[in-house]
């Protein structure tokens, strides 16, 4: 069955890092481009971070230089380390298929909360 599973997410100082993990399934990390989406509290889920079948990658302005979205297509995995986390990267990590105009069935995600 087609899935996504998210983990890695918790709590964390501003300033540190954390490593989120993506489980997919059917091939689909080879497959398609698969983007990280965030949704904050009170906001619409936004788009982090993709990366395509080829490997090239895109990163929204807020995160750029902090965060590298990668994948193991052995695996069939995706990951997206994020360093220097902000306050304002507060929210629930998800990840899906990117640029396809629809997406796979939402994971539950993984919640990354950054505060002191």
């Known amino acids: 069955q087609v899935q996504l599973v998210e983990s890695g997410g918790g709590l964390v100082q501003p300033g540190g890092s954390l490593r989120l993990s993506c489980a997919a399934s059917?091939?689909?990390?080879?497959?398609?481009?698969m983007g990280w989406y965030r949704q904050a509290p009170g906001k619409q889920r936004e788009l982090v971070a993709r990366?395509?079948?080829?490997?090239?990658?895109g990163y929204a302005d807020s995160v750029k230089g902090r965060f590298t979205i990668s994948r193991d297509n052995a695996k069939n995995t995706v990951y997206l380390q994020m360093n220097s986390l902000k306050p304002e990267d507060t929210a629930v990590y998800y990840c899906n298929i990117y640029g396809m105009g629809y997406f796979i069935s939402w994971g539950q995600g993984t919640p990354v909360t950054v505060s002191s």
């Open positions: 990366i395509t079948s080829s490997g090239s990658t």
């Open positions: 059917g091939s689909m990390v080879s497959i398609n481009a």
